[in-house]
């Protein structure tokens, strides 16, 4: 049971916008904690997405955007392309847990 | 460019101690600060953090529910670090990464460089 909560899938057709929610809590997110996101390619090791709730590392598409409010953070991708058909983690910090925090990952499937 | 390579066992008996060991190229922990973590992902599952250790200092931190039998190092001279993971059982079977995040000025700036990806399965 992840400390992170994340939606288990989520479709879109290509073109489209789809958004991926992380729901954490006050010894977490709501604490002020950073939240980064990865990208898992099928049979590939994740990539950092996202890092710092909303900053984009060098060569990710710009379609990939992220936010971050109260104890929730949301990845958002504007024009889904085939390509971005994969597995979408948020990772923080827990305080009381002291150490690193997944979410369950959601799978994002283009129609 | 920065590559981190996992090496080890790929099959571990039961009760025994997983040995892995992430390899850096292309770059020094002298460089800057940086926490080193592993990490693992089931078969069809989501990852599992297990550790990080500060590059700085050598301070570890581990998933509670792994602390018991995990310990981190780091072996500078190497430029590896290493995890051990003991009495483990079939669910310990997993693919293994290692994984590198920078630290500036105390802030973490998320796993930017990660191992390929190690497979280790437990089983007699």
């Known amino acids: 049971q992840s400390v992170l909560t994340q939606p288990p899938s989520v479709s879109g057709a290509p073109g489209q916008r789809v958004t991926v929610s992380c729901t954490g809590s006050?010894?977490?997110?709501?604490?002020?904690?950073?939240v980064h996101w990865y990208q898992q390619l099928p049979r590939t090791a994740p990539k950092l997405l996202i890092y710092?709730?909303?900053n984009r590392p060098s060569g990710v598409p710009g379609r990939f955007s992220a936010s971050k409010s109260g104890t929730s953070a949301s990845l958002a991708i504007t024009g889904l392309q085939a390509e971005d058909e994969a597995d979408y983690y948020c990772q923080s910090y827990d305080s009381s847990l002291r150490g690193y925090i997944f979410g369950s990952g959601a799978k994002v499937t283009v129609l | 460019q920065v590559q981190l390579q996992e090496s080890g066992p790929g099959l571990v008996k039961p009760s025994q101690t997983l040995s892995l060991t992430c390899t850096v190229s292309?770059?020094?922990?002298?460089?800057?600060?940086?926490?080193c973590s592993w990490l693992r992902q089931p078969a069809g599952k989501g990852l599992e953090w297990i550790g990080r250790?500060?590059?700085?200092?050598?301070?570890?931190d581990y998933n509670p529910s792994l602390r018991s039998r995990a310990t981190m190092s780091l072996d500078t001279s190497k430029n590896e670090f290493s995890l051990r993971l003991s009495s483990v059982t079939a669910a310990d079977t997993a693919v293994y990464y290692c994984?590198?995040?920078?630290?500036?000025?105390?802030?973490?700036?998320?796993?930017?460089?990660w191992g390929h990806g190690t497979t280790v399965t437990v089983s007699s």
């Open positions: 710092r709730n909303t």
């Open positions: 250790l500060y590059t700085t200092d050598g301070n570890t």
């Open positions: 994984a590198r995040a920078r630290v500036v000025r105390g802030v973490d700036y998320g796993m930017g460089v």
């Open positions: 292309g770059d020094s922990f002298s460089s800057d600060n940086y926490y």
């Open positions: 006050s010894s977490n997110i709501g604490a002020g904690y950073d």
